[in-house]
């Protein structure tokens, strides 16, 4: 594709050609150079707003445009292209945005549009992500400040890998080798996120605080639920359990209270056995004593005879006797009875006992099976986590062994590919040398290693290039490489903007423009620029006449001036930013 011309339907604009092979230069002029205002200046004439023009019509966003298109509602802008031999006009107003016409086709949305020029001016192999037709056309047209920033970014990527991947097309690298490592990443990436979440999940949680095994813990888990299992289809469910239970608990009871009365009783024949042992024996003297004392006392009314007294103690003594004996066989007997009837309560509370031991009741067995159903369920998660983890480290291991698989891939295809890489280092030496022969350079691509979504790493380099001079000489021969020993393109133009220019030394600005010439003068490529009247004197004070006027004067297609806004672009007043 090259550039023919761009125009609107405004008479006030001011048409810009180009010539179809060779050098185009758009020039700022500022009129008078005494001039003290500052507001007449190179800026704002409209020669970076020739670059947005142009990416206006070839498929930039409307989003960017905001201000321009509230500006310019009822303007048409039109660029004629010529695409293999033949002519195309393409036409994209302001009033319809969203659309643009290519010759009389239908209308094209943006996408569509975008999509079409991609399969017209790239050779983009199916399925490739992130390759467009509006990442890969600012290679040859940079359209903003901070396109000559950075060599290998003439637009905004959103990522390093999006970058790489245009870089490399264009540069006849094997972008497989740069899809399959984004994908293995974009698979580690998900692995490792989903190890976080198995970490976070709180039945885990507790096993990675407190550093317990859950293979020991599937193996607990798998004995209790073997006894239970066993407990509970060996339990033979009673529909009376509880009133048995009742009638157990109320046996013992009935046990203990007799249990109680035996202790009682067993009490009391033991005090009698005690009484009948310690009887009292007074003997013949103490009676005697006792008699002849109850004289003394009680004279007149003692009329009974000592021996009388005598034979009443034996008497008193004797039915004492006969008494506890007696009273000591009933309780005995008592006991005997007590004893019976607990052996009987006995036997009748184990039979209780041996029946509830053998049963269980329905709530019970329950219990039991729901409680099994918790432990199946804890064991279940902890083995399909035992499981997550082995793929997991599985899975990671997989990835480890293809990282250094395609590693390996790789160096093989480098070194396959050496001549086409050397061809292109070649070639941006060559030019580099030209401004700073001393100064070492090239373009150097190696591979990376490491566990990213990187595959090159490659490198535009002029030593010292840290300097804006140098980085914009580095800027002009990564873009000639690119078109002139590019891949995968069909497009026959370069477009710089005057920022090019600024900060290079007037020696190497006028090499620059010798280079173009020779580069550009016999071949059926474009070179297109803008530059400052200020920039085109330093490279005049250099070149001969002859040399100014091949290169510079004879291939100025157009001058715009700061004098009036009639002799700018637009060729009116208007205040455009550019978002």
Known sequence: ???????????????????EKGISLIVAEQTNLQETDTSNT??????????????????????????????LPDWIFYLTIELDGKRHIIKRSIEEASKIYVDDEPALTIDNFNDKFKNLLFKVPENSKFLTFRNLLPFFIRPLKKSYVENDEPTYFHTPYQKLIANSFLLGLDINLIQEK????????????????IKNDNLLKDFFTKDKDVNLRIKDLEDEIAKLTTDRDNYEVAEDYYDIKIEADTIEKELAQKHNQIVLMQNQVNNI???????????????E????????????????????????????????IQKLSYHKQIISKQIEENIQAELTLKKELDNKIKYLGAHQALDVVIKVSDRLKDLEKEKERLQEYEKLISNYHTKSLEIK?????????????????????????????QLAKRFYPKNSSGITIYNNEGENQIRFDIEAKIESDNSDGINNVKIFCYDMTILFKGYGHNIKFNFHDSRLFDGIDERQKTEMFRVIN??????????????????????????????????????TVLSLKDSSDSEKLL?????????
């Open 1 to 19: 594709m090259k550039l023919i011309e761009l125009s609107a339907n405004k008479d006030s604009f001011k048409t810009v050609p180009f010539n």
């Open 42 to 71: 190179y800026n704002g004439v409209g020669k970076s707003l020739i670059v947005l023009l142009i990416h206006f019509c070839l498929g930039a966003k409307k989003k960017h445009y905001t201000s321009f298109i509230n500006k």
């Open 182 to 197: 984004y994908t293995l990443r974009q698979e580690q990436i998900r692995i490792d996120e989903l190890e976080k979440n």
């Open 273 to 287: 056995t005690q009484s009948l042992k310690t009887s009292p024996d007074l003997g013949k003297s103490s009676i």
């Open 289 to 320: 004593k006792i008699y002849n004392e109850a004289k003394i006392i009680f004279p007149e009314t003692v009329s009974k005879t000592l021996n009388d007294l005598e034979s009443f103690y034996r008497q008193l003594t004797t039915n004492r």
């Open 401 to 429: 062994e293809n990282f250094i698989k395609y590693t390996k891939k790789t160096d093989e295809y480098l070194k396959e590919i050496n001549s086409l890489i050397d061809e292109k280092q070649k070639y941006f030496r």
């Open 518 to 555: 020779t580069l550009f003068k016999n071949s059926n490529y474009q070179y297109i620029a803008t530059i400052n009247q200020n920039q085109l004197n330093e490279i005049k004070s250099i070149l001969s006449s002859d040399e100014y006027d091949e290169i510079i004067s004879r291939n």
């Open 571 to 579: 060729g009116i007043k208007v205040d455009i930013g550019y978002e």
